[in-house]
């Protein structure tokens, strides 16, 4: 009995852990295609121009296609911060 309760305590510690990285991956996938380092939480910058009315924004966050893996697969996306230095690859479809 008590290897029973053991092992569904250690299933169910295993199952929310693996929701707990899924969730914590897909915030800093959103943070870093919004524009803000999840390390650093730096933003992006905007200047403006008043003598020529423009608008110039400068992007901490830059990303960078590693592997295209065809027209219905998986694309490899490498984003690094300007300001920290973090790299972080992640795949999306």
Known sequence: MQTIIFLLLLFLGVVFSILLYINNKS????????????SCHEKAKEFFDTNTNTKFKH?????????????????????????CGLKEVHSSN
């Not at 943070?31 to 803000?36: E, I, M, V, Y």
């Open 59 to 83: 992007e901490i966050i830059s990303a960078r296609l590693l592997k295209d893996h065809g027209c219905s697969g998986l694309k490899e996306i490498e984003y690094t911060c300007k300001s």
């Open 27 to 38: 915030s800093r996938l959103k943070k870093l295609n919004s524009g803000q380092c999840p």
